[in-house]
DNA sequence: GTCAG
DNA sequence: GCTTATGCGC
DNA sequence: CTGACCGCGCATAAGC
């Protein structure tokens, strides 16, 4: 009901009403998808390739996927595989997840690491020692391996297991809008001791909506339902201005069976880094967003704002409901606007996986560039003096640049 | 907590 | 009122 | 021994 969002769409945008041009070209509207599997996950649209003079013939283009072998080193990590080493991951997981509550994102982040490497390792470990020699395993987890190995669990994890406080902290931590610092708050300040409790604590407009749908967004999405979003979402773009680019990323994109949200990456080929820095009476893109969103609400597809700004939305969305069935369940659904040179990198940064992401910024940096979900730029490895950034008018163009062989986003889901 | 510098 | 810092999510 | 480990958009609190 709060949704302040409500500029109403009486936001000229000039150039945006465009001409609907013939018919459409571009992000042809959802068909495609049904049969998903490996088409679903190229999820999605037309790559306009160059900045301008493209939104012609069909989805041509898509540049020439001639990628140069240049074996990639492999260094990744078969999901497939079997783990010889659960019961120690599982423990090292509780540790990862209570120093995350408590705030430690570092020391969470380096269990993660080493439960990566010890799932990779090919044999159930013997030792601490023999753990250490891994990457990301260091003396400390080490000792903890070796303390799993002989008793069977961590006597730290024992007693995190019954801190009254560390329970409740976590279970607060579900709410989403809640994290380390408030959730100690309210425990530490506000007596707050179960979800309930927080009804009647002053709340984030945020943590408000995360109370309204706690049971729903821990809810996963089926496929079939982001096959729907996707439609839906395109649908309505194309409406606005069809020269609009979409894409779903996320694990979607990957080709999961089910995901945790909707993540929507949006450009439109008016919208330039240039267009953006200076104040040019053409930079309504301010005004882009907006109106998409307003458009979203007009249909009835979202219920609540969570937050607005000029190039990132994150919200609530929700099928329309069809009597005489079960309702729809109400999804977190984020969408980010990037100027269109800088989509590519933000739709491969999105689409991840983060290991994957880990895995080619590190390869990035041995080649003397940087990679962000901005743009790929070359870096001196000895001055760390940064180019200006590559025209990248695709995803392949990233692989291409880097050497490495194209994958298609299933293939990076490691 | 781990690793690189 | 305006500016800066912090929390949060991703 | 010390700092990096992604860091940025948005909402809200804190500071002036």
């Known amino acids: 009901m709060p949704s302040a969002t409500s500029k109403q769409s009486t936001l000229p945008a000039s150039w ?19 049969s998903l599997k490996s ?29 140069h072998k240049k074996h990639t080193p492999l260094i990744p990590i078969d999901p497939s595989k079997k783990n ?7 423990v090292l997981s509780e540790l ?14 380096a269990y993660s690491k080493a439960i990566l490497s010890i799932s990779a390792y090919p044999k159930p470990l013997v030792s601490g ?15 903890l391996v070796q303390e799993i190995i002989e008793t069977g669990t961590s006597e730290r994890v024992q007693n995190e297991a019954k801190d009254e406080r560390l329970q409740t902290i976590s279970m607060l931590m579900r709410v989403s809008g809640i994290g380390p610092s408030a959730a100690a708050k309210f425990y530490d300040e506000l007596g707050v001791r179960s979800i309930s409790d927080l009804l009647h604590r002053p709340l984030t407009r945020h943590q408000k909506i995360g109370m309204k749908y706690f049971n729903e967004f821990e809810k996963r999405i089926p496929r079939a339902e982001m096959d729907r979003w996707q439609a839906i979402i395109k649908d309505v773009l194309e409406d606005i201005d069809d020269r609009f680019v979409v894409t779903i990323a996320g694990s979607y994109r990957r080709g999961q069976d089910t995901c945790g949200d909707i993540d929507v990456l949006l450009t439109h080929p008016e919208f330039t880094t240039s267009s953006s820095s200076d104040e040019t009476p053409n930079s309504n893109h301010s005004v882009l967003l907006q109106l998409v969103i307003s458009r979203l609400h007009e249909k009835g597809y979202l219920t609540d704002d969570i937050s607005l700004g000029d190039v990132k939305y994150m919200g609530v969305c929700k099928l329309p409901d069809v009597p005489n069935t079960e309702a729809h369940i109400h999804r977190r659904i984020d969408i980010r606007l990037s100027p269109i040179d800088m989509y590519w990198p933000a739709v491969f940064h999105s689409t991840g996986s983060d290991q994957f992401n880990r895995w080619i910024r590190s390869l990035a940096a041995e080649q003397g560039y940087t ?8 870096k001196d490895k000895k001055s760390g003096a940064v180019g200006t950034p590559l025209r990248i008018s695709s ?20």
Not at 96 to 106: M, R, V
Not at 371 to 378: A, D, V
């Open 129 to 143: 020692k023999e753990a250490q020699d891994l990457p990301g395993v260091g003396g400390s987890i080490a000792k």
């Open 96 to 109: 990862s997840k209570t120093e995350k509550n408590i705030g430690n994102q570092w020391k969470a982040q």
């Open 16 to 34: 945006l009403l465009s001409p609907r041009k013939e018919q459409r070209t571009c992000p042809s509207p959802g068909r495609q998808q049904t």
């Open 371 to 378: 990679l962000s979900e901005y743009s790929l730029r070359t």
């Open 395 to 414: 995803e392949e163009d990233i692989f291409r640049l880097l050497g490495v062989e194209w994958r298609a986003p299933e293939q990076r889901d490691w």
């Open 39 to 67: 088409t679903a996950a190229l999820s999605t649209v037309s790559p306009p390739s160059a900045v301008k003079s493209v939104r012609k013939g069909p989805k041509k283009d898509a540049k020439a996927p001639t990628p």
């Open 84 to 90: 010889y080493n659960k019961r120690i991951t599982d």
